[in-house]
């Protein structure tokens, strides 16, 4: 696919971009380089491809899940303005 010079000021336009008349003719030439970039990736035979998430199969190092620091839970609720039953009260917000 090739673009015109009315293309590029119909992008540049529809985009808000402003192209000067001199731009328009180096900026059809990366827009097209960038559509034939696109075409030569489409015309690749995918179909006995598996999806991936990753281009690289990444594993994720996990640590065991277990409690490391000791329960304060007394001691900032005991500096809070106002707690009730093991909760924070707070001011309501919104009406």
């Known amino acids: 696919m ?4 009315d293309d590029v000021r119909r992008i540049a336009r529809l985009a808000r971009i ?9 900026t059809r030439g990366q827009l097209n380089d960038i559509l034939g ?3 030569q990736l ?6 006995d491809i598996e ?6 199969d990444v594993v ?5 899940d277990r409690v490391t620091e000791a ?8 500096i809070a303005p106002e707690t009730e039953g093991g909760l924070y009260l707070v ?3 919104i009406e």
Request: glycine share 0%; hydrophobic share 35%; aromatic share 4%.
């Open 42 to 47: 489409q015309s690749v035979d995918t179909r």
């Open 71 to 78: 329960d304060r839970h007394v001691v900032f609720q005991a």
């Open 18 to 26: 402003e192209v000067s008349p001199a731009e328009v003719e180096r």
């Open 91 to 93: 001011p309501k917000v």
């Open 2 to 5: 090739s673009l015109t010079p």
């Open 51 to 56: 999806p991936m998430s990753h281009a690289v």
């Open 60 to 64: 994720q190092r996990l640590r065991e």
């Open 37 to 39: 970039f696109i075409e």
